[in-house]
């Protein structure tokens, strides 16, 4: 039983692996059946993220309500000496309110420089 053993072991030759092609249960309709889904799966990303581009406003692009509405005119009375409202106050958005805010409360100019970008408000005396 030893030899036998040692026999085994000082064989450098290891036994021939069989390979099939195919693991077992898996077949050629099972492989078409994944890669259908696969591309269907990939379509509808494709779709999905052409949506996303597309889509212009982002989600601070909302119209206000009329408190909110009333409050960005309270705003904009504040720094009536310098700045005046450029677009009706109905085509205001959440994000001009916010930039107001940030204008305000932190005294932020890029916040008003984008407004005027934006043409939200103009400079008192300017066309």
Same mark, same amino acid.
């Given at each position: 039983m030893i030899?036998?053993?040692l026999g085994?072991?000082?064989?450098?030759? %290891?036994a %021939?692996? $069989?390979?099939?092609?195919? %693991?077992p249960?898996?077949?050629? @309709?099972?492989?078409?059946e994944? *890669?259908?889904? *696969?591309?269907?799966?990939?379509?509808?990303?494709?779709v *999905?993220m052409? $949506? @996303?581009?597309?889509?212009? $406003?982002?989600?601070?692009?909302y119209? *206000?309500?009329?408190? @909110?509405?009333?409050?960005?005119l309270?705003?904009?009375?504040?720094?009536?000496?310098?700045?005046?409202?450029?677009?009706? %106050?109905?085509?205001?958005t959440?994000?001009?309110?916010?930039r107001?805010?940030?204008? $305000?409360k932190?005294?932020?100019?890029?916040a008003i420089?984008?407004? @005027?970008k934006?043409g939200?408000?103009?400079?008192?005396g300017t066309?």
């Amino acid at each position: 039983m030893i030899k036998k053993l040692l026999g085994m072991l000082g064989k450098s030759e %290891p036994a %021939p692996v $069989q390979v099939s092609e195919k %693991p077992p249960g898996f077949h050629d @309709q099972e492989k078409e059946e994944l *890669l259908k889904r *696969l591309k269907h799966l990939e379509e509808k990303q494709e779709v *999905l993220m052409n $949506q @996303q581009k597309g889509s212009p $406003q982002s989600e601070d692009d909302y119209s *206000l309500s009329e408190k @909110q509405i009333n409050f960005a005119l309270s705003l904009l009375e504040k720094m009536k000496h310098e700045y005046e409202l450029a677009v009706e %106050p109905s085509a205001l958005t959440v994000k001009d309110l916010n930039r107001l805010v940030a204008y $305000q409360k932190y005294n932020n100019k890029g916040a008003i420089v984008n407004l @005027q970008k934006k043409g939200i408000v103009k400079r008192k005396g300017t066309a």
